[in-house]
């Protein structure tokens, strides 16, 4: 009924910049929060940025000021702008999203195929 798709993920040089997006399509009513997570190889899968619908931000302390996570409620789309890469940064991103497809329900989370980020020279 919903799916969520990712794009933007490339190889790129230390200290470069990428753009995600993530644009949810299907049966939907509204859309609480959606977020970016990473999993780097042999590591858990992460958050990294995750937005309200009412704007709010949060962020991990090792993407706060080079990341921004922002949405388009118009859209269904949320984005995170990655600024300053880092090897580090290195990872499959997959977008998050809390939805649900009718005004009486729940919401529920879907997930991304993920899209791979790699940082490196």
């Known amino acids: 009924q919903v799916q969520l798709v990712e794009s933007g993920g490339a190889l790129v040089q230390p200290g470069g910049s990428l753009r995600l997006s993530c644009a949810a399509s299907?049966?939907?009513?509204?859309?609480?929060?959606m977020g970016w997570y990473r999993q780097a190889p042999g590591k858990q899968r992460e958050l990294v940025a995750a937005?309200?619908?009412?704007?709010?931000?949060n962020y991990a302390d090792s993407v706060k000021g080079r990341f921004t996570i922002s949405r388009d409620n118009a859209k269904n789309t949320v984005y995170l702008q990655m600024n300053s890469l880092k090897p580090e940064d290195t990872a499959v991103f997959y977008c998050?999203?809390?939805?649900?497809?009718?005004?009486?329900?729940?919401?529920?989370?879907?997930w991304g195929q993920g899209t791979q980020v790699t940082v490196s020279s």
């Open positions: 299907g049966r939907i009513f509204d859309i609480n929060a």
């Open positions: 937005i309200t619908n009412g704007g709010s931000t």
């Open positions: 998050n999203a809390e939805i649900r497809s009718g005004a009486v329900g729940f919401f529920n989370d879907y």
